[in-house]
């Protein structure tokens, strides 16, 4: 079954940096491209970055867009989000999603807090 | 950027009883609009996407119609496990746009 799991949460100062990781299980990794979509505490979902089945297209949310990079490893399975310059309206747990038009599968999520 | 919008922001419906939610775009996203439940706690789950087509698993009562601007889902008949924010999203243009969301509580 589809799996899709992250990690790389936790506490940090604004201004500094985090990685997010998201290992992927289940499907043909390297077929689809994949998104991260971020949903602040008691807030609604924000899509924030996608990258295409092989890694060579990216596109990013306004919002984040100079500050975060996203990236795979088709040969790990692995997806990842770099996250530059952080700053409190960063504070969100961060979901990696598969694209199929829609997404239809999704990660539990991991929360990063962004606070001094 | 599309915005789109969602009403009610909470609706109250009793166990049994049809539910129907509704969705806006501010410019045609063709049939490009999915629907998606979460749970507190829980990761959004797909209940539909090209506006009327059900996900792998969802049952029956989900469904889903309109084109262009406007959209509904509607529940049939609510069971105790449909209590839960529903949000919308287009996947027609870049961004990917979601609505605020639509609270279904139990009456």
């Known amino acids: 079954q589809v799996q899709l799991v992250e990690s790389g949460g936790g506490v940090v100062q604004p201004g500094r940096s985090l990685r997010l990781s998201c290992p992927a299980s289940?499907?043909?990794?390297?077929?689809?491209?994949m998104h991260w979509v971020r949903q602040a505490p008691g807030k609604g979902l924000e899509w924030v970055a996608v990258i295409s089945y092989n890694g060579g297209s990216k596109n990013y949310a306004d919002s984040v867009k100079g500050r975060f990079t996203i990236s795979r490893d088709n040969s790990k399975k692995m997806l990842y989000l770099q996250m530059d310059s952080l700053r409190a309206e960063d504070t969100a747990v961060y979901y990696c999603?598969?694209?199929?038009?829609?997404?239809?599968?999704w990660g539990q999520g991991t929360l990063v807090t962004v606070s001094s | 950027e599309v915005v789109m919008t969602q009403s009610p922001a909470t609706l109250s419906v009793s166990p049994g009883e049809r539910a129907t939610l509704s969705c806006w775009a501010s410019?045609?996203?063709?049939?490009?609009l999915a629907w998606y439940q979460q749970k507190p706690g829980q990761a959004p789950r797909l209940l539909i996407s090209g506006a009327s087509s059900r996900a792998t698993g969802i049952p029956a009562r989900f469904s889903g119609s309109g084109s262009g601007t406007e959209f509904t889902l509607t529940i049939s008949s609510l069971q105790s496990e449909d209590f839960a924010v529903y949000y919308c999203q287009q996947y027609n243009n870049w961004p990917r746009t979601f609505g605020q969301g639509t609270k279904l509580e139990i009456k």
């Open positions: 410019q045609s996203v063709s049939s490009n």
């Open positions: 289940g499907f043909t990794f390297s077929t689809y491209a």
């Open positions: 999603a598969r694209d199929n038009y829609a997404f239809d599968y």
